[in-house]
């Protein structure tokens, strides 16, 4: 027994310098918190995100003295749950809503500027129903929305704005679900706004206003 001391003794450091290095990679990686999100605006104009987190996360949501929200996700040594889903207003025609990693340090900030159909009806649900955007594993976003009926749809990239513009107008028009690809540009950021085209009196040229409006900004938080 004794000549296999020394052996024993080896392969015990091998194992345990394995061990450590192996728990020096997770230090230096931690896991990204925040796995998947969908930010949400239904037909009545209220605001949702629905949002996935890895294991054992920690959630918490602060609404600051601005007015902007923000969730904190932070390792916890407990089971939590992985789906999360939160309801926002629209204050002041904005609503901004954060994302903080304390795992990473890393934050991503989603800033909104649209009507609150409260004090507004009729105006921007005249056109748009509802619209969603998700962000996916692949570091691309993913817009869906609904118009109602009669309403023209033109979705075109505005170089000069660095802008995703979705236009509308009232028109003969049988589609009314659609779905694009959206890409952050080189400074981490995308901006989306619907284009809303309307005729205003006797006015023969139509007036446009750009609501809802979007921006999402930070580092590849995913």
Known sequence: MKNFTPFLLVFSLI???CSSNQDEVIDTNPE??????TLKRD??????????????????????TDNSNDIIL???????????S??????????????????KGK???????DEDIKFHKGSVTEFLSSYSIAKNEDGTFTLNFTVNNNVTTEFVYNEEIETYEVHLATGKAKQQEFSRQLEMNTTNLIKLDFVNHKYEG?????????????????TDFL
Request: proline share 2%; hydrophobic share 30%; net charge negative.
């Open 74 to 84: 932070s390792e916890a040594n407990h089971k939590t749950a992985i789906k999360h």
């Open 86 to 103: 939160n309801d926002f207003n629209i204050e002041e025609d904005q609503l901004k809503i954060g994302f903080l990693d304390a795992n």
């Open 202 to 218: 006797r006015s023969e040229e139509p007036t446009s206003k750009k609501k809802p409006r979007l921006s999402i900004q930070g």
């Open 107 to 113: 934050r991503m900030q989603i800033s909104i500027e």
């Open 43 to 64: 037909a009545n104009g209220a605001y949702s995100i629905d949002f996935n987190t890895a294991e054992n996360t920690d959630v918490t949501t602060v609404k600051n």
């Open 32 to 37: 990204n918190l925040l796995q998947s999100y």
């Open 15 to 17: 194992f345990a310098s």
